[in-house]
């Protein structure tokens, strides 16, 4: 379930360095796996199939990365509505395997306006309770 703010979130109530709050989310299991593989016709093997997993010298499945771009989307989505997000680029720097759990935060690190908006740049990151970055990226949302 998405968390729709009780007030629109207006361009005073944020400067540089503000942060999202953190979005944490349950452990990334084989049955989560095989349910987006289903919702998002990724059925590659090296996702679901553990002997494949193996044969391709990694030691279990891991998490489509699509996956992690997807949570980092819904964190977007928890600060403001989808209609204010403006660009929204990432980039894969690691694997989540089962068990991690995914932490997604943002920062804010520029305001500006552009084509008469005020909006916010925001870094975003998908990490593990380790820590350890999987998937980071930038956005762009307007604000009132």
């Known amino acids: 379930m998405t968390h729709t703010p009780t007030r629109a979130l207006q361009y005073s109530d944020v400067h540089v360095g503000t942060e999202l709050p953190l979005l944490r989310l349950r452990p990334v299991n084989r049955t989560?796996?095989?349910?987006?593989?289903?919702?998002?016709?990724?059925?590659?093997?090296?996702?679901?199939?553990?002997?494949?997993?193996?044969k391709a010298r990694v030691p279990d499945v891991f998490a489509h990365g699509m996956l992690s771009a997807a949570y980092l989307g819904r964190l977007l989505t928890s600060w403001v509505p989808q209609t204010q997000i403006r660009s929204f680029s990432m980039r894969f720097v690691g694997i989540t395997q089962i068990g991690h759990i995914p932490h997604l935060t943002g920062r804010v690190t520029e305001k500006f306006e552009a084509d008469?908006?005020?909006?916010?740049?925001?870094?975003?990151?998908?990490?593990?309770?380790?820590?350890?970055?999987?998937?980071?990226?930038?956005?762009?949302?307007?604000?009132?």
């Open 32 to 54: 989560m796996l095989a349910l987006y593989a289903g919702a998002s016709g990724d059925h590659n093997q090296i996702h679901i199939d553990i002997d494949f997993a193996r």
């Open 116 to 144: 008469g908006e005020q909006r916010v740049r925001l870094q975003i990151q998908c990490a593990n309770q380790y820590g350890e970055p999987k998937v980071v990226g930038e956005a762009v949302v307007a604000l009132a």
